[in-house]
T-cell receptor, first 111, second 116 residues
Framework: KQEVTQIPAALSVPEGENLVLNCSFT??????LQWFRQDPGKGLTSLLLIQSSQREQTSGRLNASLDKSSGRSTLYIAASQPGDSATYLC??????????FGTGTSLTVIP | GAVVSQHPSWVICKSGTSVKIECRSLDFQATTMFWYRQFPKQSLMLMATSNEGSKATYEQGVEKDKFLINHASLTLSTLTVTSAHPEDSSFYIC????????????FGPGTRLTVL
């Protein structure tokens, strides 16, 4: 069964810093990987989706990379802002259907 | 873009009662939908796969008689928590891929269930 781990569990940075969130998964035969943002008590906001054939995706200040062979993905956030404070979830799918979620990284950006 | 809605967004009920949560794909058809739950300070865990016109498949450890799933149409799946107890209090989220496609999924906004 696919297991997804995210490190660190919590991260606090001053505004303006660049930061990297890490995600690792045990089964490298994935179909795709997705990064989500979750605000307290809210649902999921999809940030970036990387298909298994891709190595990275970018959207604005966000860049996600995928190294399928080593079972790793990173989410890079440039020039962090207080509004980026949230929990970031990494999720992988082996079939393109159900996702296996990581434990999340709780990010706090200090003004 | 494609939208998935859930109703209700939050519900409070007494222990022993049953609660129904709806998941709808608003502008696309979904032959399959997925139900997840999230306990406080934990990540989302897949509960079951809802299949239109057939029985749902449940993940290990999820009681199928307690969490009844009905996928009655190509746009609607319902999750009924029967005889709810406080330990069932959780955040329930559904997701759906567009029928015939596996390149992306759309997640509902979630339903927060509190059982007193």
């Amino acid at each position: 069964k696919q297991e997804v781990t995210q490190i660190p569990a919590a991260l606090s940075v001053p505004e303006g810093e660049n930061l990297v969130l890490n995600c690792s998964f045990t089964d490298s035969a994935i179909y795709n990987l997705q990064w989500f943002r979750q605000d307290p008590g809210k649902g999921l906001t999809s940030l970036l989706l990387i298909q298994s054939s891709q190595r990275e995706q970018t959207s604005g200040r966000l860049n996600a990379s995928l190294d399928k062979s080593s079972g790793r993905s990173t989410l890079y956030i440039a020039a962090s802002q207080p509004g980026d404070s949230a929990t970031y979830l990494c999720a992988v799918s082996n079939t393109g259907n159900q996702f296996y979620f990581g434990t999340g990284t709780s990010l706090t950006v200090i003004p | 873009g494609a939208v998935v809605s859930q109703h209700p967004s939050w519900v409070i009920c007494k222990s022993g009662t049953s609660v129904k949560i709806e998941c709808r794909s608003l502008d696309f058809q979904a032959t399959t939908m997925f139900w997840y739950r999230q306990f406080p300070k934990q990540s989302l865990m897949l509960m079951a796969t809802s299949n239109e016109g057939s029985k749902a498949t449940y993940e290990q450890g999820v009681e199928k008689d307690k969490f009844l799933i009905n996928h009655a149409s190509l746009t609607l799946s319902t999750l009924t928590v029967t005889s709810a107890h406080p330990e069932d209090s959780s955040f329930y989220i559904c997701s759906a891929p567009i029928a015939g496609r596996t390149d992306t999924q759309y997640f509902g906004p979630g339903t927060r269930l509190t059982v007193l």
